[in-house]
Protein backbone atom coordinates (compact mmCIF):
# COMPACT_ATOMS: atom_id res chain seq x y z
CA UNK A 1 0.00 0.00 0.00
CA UNK A 2 1.02 3.51 -0.97
CA UNK A 3 0.38 6.16 1.00
CA UNK A 4 0.82 10.12 -1.14
CA UNK A 5 0.92 13.56 0.02
CA UNK A 6 0.76 16.67 -1.95
CA UNK A 7 2.12 20.09 -1.11
CA UNK A 8 2.96 23.09 -2.07
CA UNK A 9 0.19 24.64 -4.30
CA UNK A 10 -1.45 27.95 -3.59
CA UNK A 11 -1.89 31.52 -5.31
CA UNK A 12 0.55 32.78 -7.95
CA UNK A 13 0.83 35.65 -10.41
CA UNK A 14 0.50 34.72 -14.01
CA UNK A 15 4.36 34.23 -14.90
CA UNK A 16 5.28 32.98 -11.09
CA UNK A 17 6.64 29.96 -10.20
CA UNK A 18 5.70 27.12 -7.51
CA UNK A 19 7.03 23.95 -6.70
CA UNK A 20 4.77 20.58 -5.67
CA UNK A 21 5.87 18.36 -3.95
CA UNK A 22 4.22 14.69 -3.39
CA UNK A 23 5.50 12.48 -0.38
CA UNK A 24 4.92 9.07 -0.76
CA UNK A 25 4.97 6.23 1.78
CA UNK A 26 5.39 2.56 1.48
CA UNK A 27 8.93 0.52 0.48
CA UNK A 28 10.41 0.16 -2.93
CA UNK A 29 9.22 3.82 -4.10
CA UNK A 30 12.43 3.92 -6.31
CA UNK A 31 10.77 1.28 -8.73
CA UNK A 32 6.95 3.01 -8.87
CA UNK A 33 6.34 5.23 -11.84
CA UNK A 34 5.22 8.64 -10.39
CA UNK A 35 2.48 10.70 -12.16
CA UNK A 36 0.83 14.48 -11.81
CA UNK A 37 -2.26 14.99 -13.49
CA UNK A 38 -4.32 18.27 -13.04
CA UNK A 39 -8.62 18.82 -12.91
CA UNK A 40 -10.10 22.22 -13.18
CA UNK A 41 -13.92 22.92 -12.18
CA UNK A 42 -15.41 20.76 -14.64
CA UNK A 43 -13.10 19.43 -16.91
CA UNK A 44 -11.50 15.55 -16.63
CA UNK A 45 -8.35 14.99 -15.04
CA UNK A 46 -5.73 15.62 -17.31
CA UNK A 47 -1.81 14.24 -17.66
CA UNK A 48 0.62 16.96 -16.75
CA UNK A 49 3.80 15.11 -16.17
CA UNK A 50 5.53 11.20 -15.37
CA UNK A 51 8.57 9.70 -14.40
CA UNK A 52 9.51 6.35 -14.55
CA UNK A 53 13.17 5.53 -13.33
CA UNK A 54 14.86 8.25 -14.74
CA UNK A 55 12.47 8.74 -18.19
CA UNK A 56 10.28 11.57 -18.16
CA UNK A 57 7.13 12.65 -20.83
CA UNK A 58 5.18 15.77 -20.44
CA UNK A 59 2.16 16.88 -21.62
CA UNK A 60 2.40 19.47 -24.75
CA UNK A 61 1.25 22.66 -23.27
CA UNK A 62 3.89 22.13 -19.85
CA UNK A 63 6.64 21.35 -21.84
CA UNK A 64 9.63 23.93 -21.38
CA UNK A 65 7.94 25.45 -18.43
CA UNK A 66 6.92 22.32 -16.04
CA UNK A 67 9.86 19.76 -14.51
CA UNK A 68 9.05 16.87 -12.75
CA UNK A 69 12.07 14.92 -10.55
CA UNK A 70 12.33 12.61 -7.90
CA UNK A 71 14.28 11.83 -4.69
CA UNK A 72 14.57 8.56 -3.82
CA UNK A 73 16.17 9.13 -0.54
CA UNK A 74 13.13 10.85 0.44
CA UNK A 75 10.35 9.09 -0.94
CA UNK A 76 9.49 12.50 -2.80
CA UNK A 77 8.43 13.44 -5.89
CA UNK A 78 8.43 17.52 -7.30
CA UNK A 79 6.60 19.32 -9.97
CA UNK A 80 8.79 22.74 -10.69
CA UNK A 81 6.49 24.61 -12.68
CA UNK A 82 7.72 27.99 -14.14
CA UNK A 83 5.85 30.57 -16.37
CA UNK A 84 2.34 29.72 -14.61
CA UNK A 85 -0.52 30.95 -16.93
CA UNK A 86 -3.95 31.37 -15.70
CA UNK A 87 -4.95 28.25 -17.40
CA UNK A 88 -3.03 26.20 -15.29
CA UNK A 89 -5.63 26.67 -12.26
CA UNK A 90 -6.60 23.41 -11.32
CA UNK A 91 -5.82 20.76 -8.43
CA UNK A 92 -2.89 18.79 -8.85
CA UNK A 93 -2.57 15.21 -8.07
CA UNK A 94 -0.03 12.84 -7.46
CA UNK A 95 -0.37 8.92 -8.88
CA UNK A 96 1.80 6.40 -8.36
CA UNK A 97 1.98 2.41 -9.77
CA UNK A 98 4.67 -0.05 -10.19
CA UNK A 99 3.64 -0.94 -13.76
CA UNK A 100 1.37 1.66 -15.73
CA UNK A 101 1.76 0.68 -19.41
CA UNK A 102 1.47 4.59 -19.95
CA UNK A 103 2.87 7.24 -17.91
CA UNK A 104 -0.16 9.74 -19.32
CA UNK A 105 -3.28 7.54 -18.25
CA UNK A 106 -4.97 7.90 -14.83
CA UNK A 107 -6.23 4.59 -15.08
CA UNK A 108 -3.27 2.93 -15.09
CA UNK A 109 -2.50 4.38 -11.76
CA UNK A 110 -3.65 2.75 -8.45
CA UNK A 111 -2.49 4.86 -5.91
CA UNK A 112 -3.58 8.65 -5.84
CA UNK A 113 -2.92 11.63 -3.56
CA UNK A 114 -5.79 14.04 -2.18
CA UNK A 115 -4.21 17.04 -4.37
CA UNK A 116 -3.55 20.27 -3.97
CA UNK A 117 -4.74 23.53 -5.10
CA UNK A 118 -2.77 25.75 -7.47
CA UNK A 119 -4.61 29.13 -8.69
CA UNK A 120 -3.13 31.36 -11.07
CA UNK A 121 -4.13 35.05 -10.93
CA UNK A 122 -4.14 37.04 -13.85
Known amino acids: QVQLVESGGGLVQAGGSLRLSCAAS????????MGWFRQAPGLEREFVAG??????DYADFVKGRFTISRDNAKNTVFLQMNSLKSEDTAVYYC?????????????????WGQGTQVTVSS
Open 95 to 111: AADPHPKRLGIPVEYDY
Open 26 to 33: GHSFSTYA
Open 51 to 56: IRWSNT
